[in-house]
């Protein structure tokens, strides 16, 4: 929300230049004469008014929330707000003065509503807060779309994350704000894992696009609470529903899909640690793949016009079980698509810097704690994005999509994560192996040394320079039979639970043939 003092600033601007447009607009009608007997009259009849026409601007301009939160976000809903809060303070005036049987000059009107229209535009999307705001708790990392991907976002990593696009060293995410407005202006939007980094990045910007409705689903109904706060506080006019669930709940889901219809689904919700899923592999099979399969499902049947899986760099030649269920998440997206109308796309990109659980948090911890930070091994590199950048970069591959991609973010160059944690303690004001030591741990379960950017074979351009196209095998001739197989896949979950680990990751090497198993602690994947 705006706060008081801007507010106050605006409300008194406004009503200064209703006063000052409307004797600027009868003197210009008059060839500013003061003395024509003509302008003396029209200025009697607006000073007779002036309190209820100043009444009516302000209740027009506080009813598009001009003095409730920023129109900073540039969207295509931002521009039409202005123009159509100018009409209706002209409309408001007119309808005063004719049912008061009184008139004003229809130039005067004309003039005043251009001035309005400049004056709003001004104020609400030119002159908007700067970066700087920051310190108090308004930085550019909450501000709508356009600013939420021009800067990183101050949260629970305070400095760090301020010297975040230092640390990446790439030109911010250039989403193209119009076609995204088509596409989720007006529109119900489902965003599942809303609770965790990209998911609740996804809302924070989605909100700036007026959405008809916007529903947050999460587990953990905690991150849900605190997203819930920021959003009435961030956003009072959007019509937000938040959904505690699981993704692999059908019955819930079927309820929710019948109560909000959504046209759009943004499915962020996904169990992502790497050593953990190696020791969960039925639980990552049975989430993040089999989860999707169920949204994905659903969307068509309460016919959804778009569906974005958000995946993984890791899905491409999975070494991991992460890894390989989101390439199994996508295998499945791509046999979907051969035949539905709804349009499925999916998403791949690199680690996200200073999303929950990321190695900028963890660096932070034991930076905090005077040491050491832990580095699995000197040479390895990952590919590395920010969270508003990750998040408006998606939104534009959702409205680019026409079925059956799978896009991959331009990643840049990878960064050594030695190099990171050096910069980092140099940015705490501390000398690396010095004040704070490096420890090398090893690589864990399931890791590479290297990751991988893109297929053997090159990715395609797009139109947008960001994004990148792959074009990687289609569903495997065992997850189409299973498929095809009447009544398999309703049965699978039982059939997974029934399993030992070794058996379900035996299941996974068939439907996900790249799937190589990973190396043993200490093994240099990917050299």
């Not at 689904?265 to 190696?278: D, G, I, Q, T």
């Not at 030649?317 to 989101?326: F, I, Y």
């Not at 079925?403 to 705490?428: N, Q, T, V, Y």
């Amino acid at each position: 929300m705006l706060r008081p003092s801007r507010a106050a600033l605006l409300l008194i601007g406004d009503l200064l230049l209703i006063n000052i447009s409307y004797i600027f607009a009868l003197l210009l009608r008059h060839d500013f004469d003061a003395e024509n007997l003509m302008f003396i009259g029209y200025l009697n009849v607006f000073l007779k008014n002036a309190v209820w026409i100043m009444l009516i601007k302000v209740a027009v301009f506080w009813l598009f929330g001009f003095y409730r939160g920023r129109r900073s976000c540039h969207a295509p809903g931002a521009l039409k707000s202005v123009l159509l809060c100018a009409l209706g303070a002209m409309a408001g005036v007119a309808l005063m003065l004719t049912l008061s049987m009184q008139l004003l000059p229809r130039s005067a009107q004309l003039i005043t509503f251009g001035t309005d229209l400049l004056w709003l535009g001004l104020t609400r999307l030119l002159l908007r807060p700067q970066a700087a705001e920051g310190a108090d708790g308004e930085g550019a990392g909450e501000e709508q779309a356009a600013e939420a991907a021009e800067a990183p976002r101050e949260d629970t990593l305070g400095s760090f994350d301020r010297n975040a696009a230092a640390l990446l060293a790439r030109a911010a995410a250039e989403p193209d704000l119009t076609a995204i407005g088509e596409e989720l202006g007006g529109r119900i939007v489902l965003v599942t894992g809303a609770g965790g980094s990209i998911g609740a990045e996804l809302c924070r910007q989605i909100a700036c696009f007026r959405p008809r409705r916007l529903v947050a689903l999460d587990i953990y109904e905690n991150s849900l609470f605190d997203l819930a706060n920021e959003l009435s506080e961030q956003h009072p006019e959007l019509r937000l529903e938040t959904a505690v669930a699981s993704v692999r709940d059908g019955e819930r889901l079927r309820e929710l899909f019948a109560r909000h219809t959504p046209h759009v689904v943004f499915h962020a919700a996904a169990h992502k640690h790497v050593p953990l899923m190696e020791e969960n592999p039925r639980e990552a099979v049975l989430n993040n793949a089999l989860g999707t399969k169920l949204l994905m499902d659903l969307a068509e049947e309460f016919a959804a016009e778009r569906f974005l899986l958000v995946s993984t760099n890791k899905a491409e030649r999975p070494a991991s079980v992460m890894g390989a269920s989101k390439r199994l998440a996508e295998m499945l997206l791509q046999e979907k698509s051969r035949t539905s109308r709804c349009i499925f796309a999916a998403v791949r990109f690199g680690n996200v810097l200073g999303s929950n659980g990321s190695v900028l948090t963890v660096f932070q911890r034991q930076i905090a704690a005077g040491g050491p930070v832990t580095v699995s091994h000197p040479k390895a590199e990952r590919y590395f994005l920010s969270i508003p950048d990750a998040a408006a970069l998606l939104l534009q591959a959702s409205a680019m999509a026409e079925g059956g991609e799978i896009f991959m973010l331009d990643m840049g160059e990878p960064m050594k994560i030695l190099d990171l944690a050096e910069k980092l303690i140099r940015l705490s004001g501390k000398t690396p192996y010095e004040d704070v030591e490096i420890a090398f741990t090893g690589l864990r379960p399931g890791e590479k040394l290297r990751e991988t950017a893109e297929a053997g074979e090159a990715p395609e351009a797009t139109a947008h320079r960001q994004i990148l196209l792959e074009h990687p095998a289609g569903a495997s001739p065992a997850l189409q039979a299973l498929l095809q197989t009447p009544g398999a896949w309703d049965a699978l979950p039982a059939e997974l639970r029934g399993m030992t680990e070794a058996e379900v990751l035996d299941w996974l090497r068939r439907m996900v043939p790249e799937y190589r198993a990973p190396g043993a602690r200490g093994q240099i994947i990917g050299d």
